[in-house]
T-cell receptor, first 111, second 112 residues
Framework: AQRVTQPEKLLSVFKGAPVELKCNYS??????LFWYVQYSRQRLQLLLR??SRESIKGFTADLNKGETSFHLKKPFAQEEDSAMYYC?????????????FGTGTRLTIIP | GAGVSQSPRYKVAKRGQDVALRCDPI?????LFWYQQALGQGPEFLTY????????KSGLPSDRFFAERPEGSVSTLKIQRTQQEDSAVYLC??????????FGPGTRLTVL
């Protein structure tokens, strides 16, 4: 069965410093990987997906199949980045679109 | 132009009571998902519909949990004979694209 691991429950970073949120997955096939974010008093929302290869709000994530990782990075943290971040995967086979989430990392940006 | 809505937002039930949680997906979204999120955990998959067809219910924890989406739009998650371990936030999401799910605000269920 597929599994997503986020080793850090809490992460504090100073404003302007680089951010890296770790995510590792286990799945024998080729999953699709995502980062979801939940800001304070808001609903869970998609931040980015690996197939888009895009940068959203300055964040990027590269899928490393050799290390089965999908770490989220941002070179300069901003206070508005404080939120709960979840890494998730979905399988690519037809008819199965459920997301498997990690336990999340709470990111706090220190002013 | 509203997003996914869920009702009620909060529900307190006595152990043994039945509860029904409602989800209104974004209009036109074919796929609908239910997740359970316990305190300090990530959302965990319960069940998935494509239109009115329930394609996957492998995440439902017991036969006390039942979900339906009879007309391919609104969905209801029903929990019979609630237990304390059912206390959690229940999230509904709808989608048009694989992985790109739009979540509702959740229903926080507390079983006393």
């Amino acid at each position: 069965a597929q599994r997503v691991t986020q080793p850090e429950k809490l992460l504090s970073v100073f404003k302007g410093a680089p951010v890296e949120l770790k995510c590792n997955y286990s799945y024998s096939g080729s999953p699709e990987l995502f980062w979801y974010v939940q800001y304070s008093r808001q609903r869970l929302q998609l931040l980015l997906r690996h197939i888009s290869r895009e940068s959203i709000k300055g964040f990027t994530a590269d899928l490393n199949k050799g290390e089965t990782s999908f770490h989220l990075k941002k070179p300069f943290a901003q206070e508005e980045d404080s939120a709960m971040y979840y890494c998730a995967l979905t399988l690519t086979n037809f008819g199965n679109e459920k997301l498997t989430f990690g336990t999340g990392t709470r990111l706090t940006i220190i002013p | 132009g509203a997003g996914v809505s869920q009702s009620p937002r909060y529900k307190v039930a006595k152990r043994g009571q039945d509860v029904a949680l409602r989800c209104d997906p974004i209009s036109g979204h074919v796929s609908l998902f239910w997740y359970q999120q316990a305190l300090g955990q990530g959302p965990e998959f319960l069940t998935y519909f494509q239109n009115e067809a329930q394609l996957d219910k492998s995440g439902l924890p017991s036969d006390r949990f039942f979900a339906e989406r009879p007309e391919g739009s609104v969905s209801t998650l029903k929990i019979q004979r609630t237990q304390q371990e059912d206390s959690a936030v229940y999230l509904c999401a709808s989608s048009l694209e694989r992985g790109k799910q739009f979540f509702g605000p959740g229903t926080r269920l507390t079983v006393l």
